[in-house]
């Protein structure tokens, strides 16, 4: 089961029938993907950054790859969020350029 402020929506646009993206927030945190031989991976992405690292793992089906990336989001949940909260900061500086950033309290979304 997912906390609140977690949800599944297609990768992008037209993505393949199946292919799932995980959000926290608004920012991406996992995927879910068929590859060309119809089998299924999930990428996860523990921070927000553009180049940032990702983990891919194999997946025995697209149930099981769904169940995994839940398990793996609700176990760092906290972290995710905080993820989150810079990804929404960076992208309201990006549109907002010269507005001085000030620290958010801990508790903020």
Known sequence: MLPDDFH???RYQ???PGELALFCRGARVAQLMQDVRGGWYAMLM????????????RCRSRESGIAGVETWATR????????????SMRRCLARHPGVTPVAAPPDSP
């Open 8 to 10: 599944w929506a297609p």
């Open 14 to 16: 037209n993505a393949p």
């Open 46 to 57: 523990p921070s927000v950054e553009t180049l940032g690292p990702s983990i891919t793992r």
């Open 76 to 87: 760092h949940a906290d972290h995710l969020r905080e993820q989150a909260r810079i990804d």
